[in-house]
């Protein structure tokens, strides 16, 4: 299953004012037509439909959770899929992916992943698959098919529990206005992710704990430092517990001091010496303090 997403986005297709907005209703595109990659596209035959069909592309991309790449939160779209959402014909993005993502034709306006053998760069290899080894017991003789560990369980279209995280993760922050994911998936949060993924409790209850976060103020910046959750923090040993328990449900203190506050120690004028601007307690300076002791 391949993944697809528009190369360059961030610098090409982002602008200071669309990085404030949650949603899109339109898209900034470049203009340039004098560039090798347009100049290529334009002399294929069926230029028109390539160069429509990468413009709706973009178009349905900055609609998704992780902006510029194709993928909702079912996984991958594929040419049917924009097909149906955009009411172009299937046969023309297909053809836009095979084109627009190729080196062979020097364009590469797309990137592919190969979610299959992502498997292997997320850090687990695929499971093994039945062969026509001796007494078909697999590909290595009498060994028999192993189980496969959670990590290696896959959901709808061969999505890995690591492309699952991505999705749900970012669909709740770009709805809550907390920091997306950006792809490729960094080697700390990959890390992170097996290590949670190994306790059972934690693979039942994480999406639960990401859907309560809209419950939780304080981990929607309404703390002292305006700070937000994010997915770094969300894979923190204790994080998902605490969510359900309802540590994160109230906002923080306020650290401020009552208007009442008075400190022990004031600056004033002593009462006893006459003294001016120092460290009073009780009307009376320190120095007089000590030699009343005495």
């Known amino acids: 299953m391949r993944q697809y997403s528009v190369k360059d986005w961030a610098v090409l297709y982002e602008t200071s004012e669309t990085r404030k907005l949650r949603r899109l209703s339109w898209v900034p595109t470049p203009n340039k037509h004098d560039g090798n990659g347009y100049r290529r596209l334009m002399g ?43 009411g172009f014909a299937a046969e023309h993005f297909q053809r836009a992916f095979d084109i627009l993502s190729s080196s062979q034709h020097k364009i ?50 061969q999505i890995t529990p690591y492309q699952q995280f991505f999705f749900e993760w970012n669909r709740t922050a770009t709805e809550l206005g907390l920091p997306v994911m950006r792809a490729p998936i960094r080697d700390q949060i990959k890390k992170a992710l097996r290590t949670r993924y190994k306790i059972k409790q934690w693979r039942d209850e994480w999406t639960q704990a990401i859907h309560k976060i809209k419950d939780c103020p304080f981990l929607l910046g309404e703390n002292d430092r305006g700070w937000k959750v994010t997915a770094d923090f969300f894979l923190k ?51 007089c303090h000590k030699d009343k002791r005495k």
Do not use: H
């Open 108 to 157: 590469q306006w797309l990137l592919t992943t190969n979610l299959l053998e992502t498997q292997e760069t997320l850090g687990f290899s695929p499971g093994r698959r039945e062969g026509k080894g001796r007494e078909g017991k697999g590909i290595e003789g009498n060994r028999s098919k192993e189980p496969p560990t959670p990590l290696e369980k896959k959901t709808s279209k």
């Open 237 to 287: 040993p204790e994080t998902v517990q605490k969510i359900l328990e309802g540590a994160y449900s109230g906002k923080a203190k306020s650290k401020t001091k009552p208007s009442d506050y008075k400190p022990e120690y004031m600056r004033d004028a002593c009462k006893r010496c006459g003294r001016k601007n120092v460290s009073v307690m009780e009307g009376v300076c320190m120095k």
């Open 44 to 86: 294929l035959p069926d230029s028109g439909n390539l160069f429509t069909a990468f413009t709706l592309i973009v178009e349905v991309a900055s609609k998704m959770p992780e902006r510029g790449v194709l993928a909702d939160r079912d996984g991958p779209l594929d040419a049917e899929d924009l097909s149906f959402k955009t």
